[in-house]
């Protein structure tokens, strides 16, 4: 087989585990959406209209205005990270609906990526959802705002990547609070989500600067606002980055979970 | 793709090794299976079944030896292999959020296989399995019995040549049972090789040409059923049920008894004919005892011992 069949048969294959995954998510898409669309709207309009009272104008922006692009990128990153924790685990352990898929042609790193893309394409509708809400509320610039949705689909797949690697470690659904807490909130918290980074001493800036978040809100703060883009190389290449090693790392350590 | 060896030899192993923490679960194993068998292998727990059949699936890398099927060499060719074979596994992994059909359409989808083929099979294997009108069913409305013939349908979605059987009827009643077992005869008639793990030598009995009883990771015996019990065992026990020491005494002086074996309350005398026992008891007022052909339980239990395995 040549190079090219080969990469033709693994994309399809994930797709075909893309597909089973979607078709699940149509059949509750109401429920669904509605915390998609909910969320950020409750968000945005209690935070943005409450403390922007207090806060005034951030970066030159209203702080309602700030805080869109913030909260979209959070929700691409919690989006991606509960699938890739919460849901794969229930496919892994519980259902072992990944066991089914293996005794059919299809590979532990075809189960994984297709696993990857589906997270990432949850990502892409929360994201999606955000940016109507917040074109409604008037706070997207121009049409710039669309590039948003590529950049949330990365955003995804970095931490749907990043979030398998902990689940091929996980012992029961519990094991997820010790990455929501100790690595997810404190980098919400710090990548420049509610506030700009540049209040925050100067380790705490490299310290958010090295993680993935800073570079996706980077990245859809200026797209939103009509702000200027900067180093958009580097924030794709460090999401990118940050999304292909984990994806091998944790390929890697779920086929010697169940391939044992 | 790679000519096949021999297509006459679904499965073969030589000399074929799992070790789990040092110790071997499956020991040196020489298996050749031949098209259109069907193969049961029985064993207590632990003694490597399961890790057999995921072996010839490539679900679990070997240690050493070496393992073919259908003429492909593992584990480089597993997911090739796994195209032609079906899996009934021994937990359900039937896909809950989905109903009976699509369980079928999107299980057919990861072998790749197109919607219009798909919707045919579908229509066949329902039928096959007798779940017709349940197509537009949740799972979680169907009975245990139903659950496992729509597992045994969705092994089938890609038209194996080799389908392996995980304790395919473990939990269920008899008549959902007996159903299954209909399936796989007809199976079997088709011209399948089947390979099944079962902890019912009934089942054993009755469905399989051929039996290996398998313990700590070793072949013990490798026949037709009714073979092994003739071979491997004698031909008639005697149960005798809560008996006094003295009784026992007088029994065990028939000289034609061959074996003698005491489980709890319970003893086994071992024999061709046992007259002069039966005798011995039909003139004592004792009367819990059972004379009866040997089978393929008594087989296996001298096989593999009686100590409990857990």
Known sequence: ?260 | MHAAASQSEIVKSTKLSKLYAGKAVVNKLDLTIDSGCFCGILGPNGAGKTTTLRMLVGHCPMDSGELSILGLPMPENASLIRESVGVVPQMDNLDADFTVEENLYVYGRFFGLSSAVLKERTKELLEFASLEDKAKCKISELSGGMRRRLTLARALINKPKLLILDEPTTGLDPQARQAIWQKLRELKKQGLTLILTTHYMEEAERLCDRVIVMDQGEIMADAAPKRLIKGEIESHVLEVHAASEALLEQLRRDGSIARFERSGDICFFYGEKLNHALEVLEDSSHDDYLFRPANLEDVFIKLTGRDLRE
Request: with cysteine; hydrophobic share 55%.
């Open chain 1, 1 to 260: 087989m040549s190079k090219l069949a080969r990469v033709m048969l693994f994309l399809a294959r994930s797709q075909s585990i893309w597909s089973r995954h979607i078709r699940v998510w149509s059949k509750l898409a109401g429920p669904s959406l509605m915390g998609n669309f909910g969320e950020p709207v409750l968000y945005l309009l209690v935070l943005g209209y409450g403390l922007g009272q207090f806060v005034g104008e951030v970066e030159g922006l209203t702080y309602m205005a700030f805080l869109a692009s913030g909260v979209a990128c959070t929700s691409a990153v919690n989006a991606a990270s509960f699938e890739g924790m919460y849901s794969a685990y229930t496919r892994m352990e519980v259902q072992q609906t990944w066991l089914g898929m293996l005794a059919t042609p299809i590979n532990v790193g075809e189960v994984v990526f297709g696993e990857i893309l589906w997270a990432a394409t949850k990502s892409l509708i929360s994201v999606s959802a955000i940016l109507i809400v917040s074109t409604v509320l008037g706070l997207t610039a121009d049409g710039w705002a669309l590039f948003i949705l590529p950049v949330a689909f990365l955003t995804g797949l970095c931490f749907a990547s990043l979030a398998l690697v902990v689940t091929s470690s996980a012992k029961s659904y519990d094991f997820f609070l010790y990455y929501s807490t100790l690595f997810i909130t404190p980098m919400v918290l710090l990548s420049g989500v509610f506030f700009p980074i540049d209040t925050l001493p100067n380790a705490v800036q490299w310290l958010s600067k090295v993680l993935p978040l800073y570079h996706a809100i980077s990245l859809v703060r200026p797209l939103m606002t009509g702000g200027e883009l900067t180093s958009v190389f580097l924030h794709l290449f460090v999401l990118a980055t940050f999304g292909a090693a984990a994806a091998i790392l944790a390929t890697y350590r779920i086929k010697k979970r169940l391939i044992r």
